[in-house]
């Protein structure tokens, strides 16, 4: 069977070849339309969605369990395991092959199989259980040390384990879930405190995998075990509240400044699809303990950006473009640092990389706490605008893919309008 990264691969669906989801990619998600409202799950391919729903309910897609892909989530697939993930991926791809006549020349079921994007509504597509957010770009780490702490020194920790938080999965939303301004407590340089809405909001641009095999409690996973409980992966913003954030953080850590949402990508692009973007990630000095150590092609080579459509302008507005690649700890180290004491990881829960900064510079940053300085300059965006922190209205877009000759495998948007703050709330 052909291999579904084959560059040469071409499919019966037209797609443009600066589309994001080409033949190589199939992302998973969860859809509904107007004609159907029931959610479920798909893949895209160009322009279109192909509905695996019905490709199971008429025996072109076979699992162990029945109806799988007309449930609302992607969980009880993640839940049967990467060669059943593999499997189906190679029949979609096949099924959308160019040469392929089964679905190419079936009127009737290219018609009720294929939904046009413009047609239909992106769903949540898993169950989040658990959330953890690390901190694994050393320029974003550095970064924050200048601005918060006045120097370039970084806690010894950082370089001997991926360092993370436990977010709330609770609260974690679909992109294009507009984001209302969050209450919270803030105290101000003369001692006193105010309750308030934040005026600090800010945008984090993140990597995150989604998990597909569980371990089992107290059944920590390798290195080498890692991939293997590896779905896909996500785009994801952590929305901050950075002034509440300072004022909360220590001794115990962030709460309420960024558990009021998070959103992620709604395609979820197999780990599998990415394989030919590995790469070699930084030099680890020193060397981690054996039980991170890792060689090879452990990065992801994909390029990511943030952008900011701001209410009055019709074109995003460019903020940063960073590289995955040069992320510290790579997400088997995280994984497998995260399951080193025991811990359980469940289909659907969420690891992700933290802000993912390129180095200092304008453009560099992938959060307005790096960019401004923590509010004291202008983040110039162009047109006249310019940006300290989010304002109400603004859009926040997230975008990245990886690129090969003659294609991308894209991640598609993570997105979110700023809505203002409750007013009624005071406490």
């Not at 992700?352 to 900064?357: I, P, W």
């Amino acid at each position: 069977m052909a291999n579904p990264n084959d560059p040469a691969l071409k499919s019966f669906v037209e797609t443009d070849p600066a589309s994001h989801f080409p033949i190589q990619n199939l992302p998973f998600g969860i859809f509904s339309t107007d004609h159907n409202p029931l959610p479920r799950a798909g893949v895209a391919i160009g322009d279109m969605v192909l509905d695996l729903s019905v490709l199971e309910s008429q025996g072109y897609l076979t699992l162990d369990r029945p109806d799988v892909f007309s449930e609302p989530t992607l969980n009880t697939f993640l839940a049967c395991g990467r060669d059943e993930w593999r499997r189906i991926r190679q029949d979609i791809s096949r099924l959308l092959r160019h040469d392929n006549p089964t679905l190419r020349d079936n009127d009737a079921l290219r018609a009720e199989a294929l939904v046009p994007t413009a047609q239909m509504r992106m769903h949540l597509p898993v169950v989040v259980g658990g959330f953890s957010d690390y901190l694994c770009s050393l320029a974003h780490t550095r970064n924050c040390a200048r601005i918060l702490g006045g120097g370039d020194e970084i806690h010894p920790n950082w370089h001997h384990m991926p360092l993370a938080y436990n977010g709330r999965a609770s609260s974690v939303t679909v992109g294009g879930t507009p984001v209302k301004r969050p209450w919270g407590q803030t105290r101000h340089e003369d001692g006193t405190t105010e309750f308030s809405p934040t005026k600090c909001l800010d945008f984090e641009l993140e990597f995150a995998i989604v998990i597909g095999s569980p371990n089992g409690l107290g059944r920590p996973l390798t290195v080498a075990d890692a991939p293997s409980h590896i779905f896909g992966v996500v785009l994801l913003n952590d929305w901050s509240a950075r002034d509440v954030q300072y004022w909360e953080m220590k001794p115990q850590g962030v709460f309420d400044s960024k558990n009021f949402m998070t959103s992620i990508s709604p395609w979820i692009v197999a780990w599998d699809a990415l394989e030919p973007f590995r790469t070699e990630g930084p030099k680890q000095d020193p060397a981690p303990l054996p039980y991170l150590s890792e060689t090879g092609k452990s990065h992801i080579d994909a390029t990511v950006q943030a952008l900011i459509r701001p209410q009055s302008a019709d074109l995003p507005l460019l903020v940063c473009q960073s590289y995955t690649r040069e992320l510290y700890w790579s997400f088997a180290q995280q994984l497998v640092h995260q399951t080193s004491a025991g811990c359980n990881v469940m289909p659907g829960d969420l690891i992700a990389s933290g802000t993912v900064s390129t180095g200092s510079a304008p453009g560099e940053m992938g959060c307005l706490l790096e960019a401004s300085y923590d509010g004291s300059k202008p983040v110039i965006l162009g047109q006249g605008t310019e940006r300290l922190y989010l304002e109400d209205g603004d859009e926040v877009i997230l975008t990245g893919w990886c690129e090969a000759s003659g294609y991308r495998v894209g991640f598609g948007q993570c997105s979110g309008v700023v809505l203002p703050a409750d007013t009624a709330w005071a406490g």
